[in-house]
Nanobody, 122 residues
């Protein structure tokens, strides 16, 4: 009923920049929190950044000062601007949205994107 489609991943040199986008579509009544996780090979998925419906942001310590999360509610889209990328940022990045759907119970549930690969060459 709700789909998230990510874009913007790719290969970049260290100290370069990438901008990830994630657009939600479907029977969306409202989206509460949105954010990004990442998972590197052999590691657990970790939260990178999150943004509430009021625009309050939070970041994992390794990305503070380098990454910026934002959202445009009219487009049901969340972005992740990544600057000064490091080799250790290499991972598959997943977006999520706490979605309330039309005709549902009214409780939000997490919807996930399919993931987009970010590779940083040192």
């Amino acid at each position: 009923q709700v789909q998230l489609v990510e874009s913007g991943g790719g290969l970049v040199q260290a100290e370069g920049s990438l901008r990830l986008s994630c657009a939600a579509s479907g029977s969306i009544f409202r989206i509460n929190g949105m954010g990004w996780y990442r998972q590197a090979p052999g590691k657990q998925r970790e939260l990178v950044a999150a943004i509430t419906s009021r625009g309050i942001t939070s970041y994992a310590d390794p990305v503070k000062g380098r990454f910026t999360i934002s959202r445009i509610d009219a487009k049901n889209t969340v972005y992740l601007q990544m600057n000064a990328l490091k080799f250790e940022d290499t991972a598959v990045y997943y977006c999520y949205a706490q979605t309330i759907i039309w005709g549902g119970s009214g409780a939000p549930y997490d919807t996930w994107g399919q993931g987009t690969q970010v590779t940083v060459s040192s």
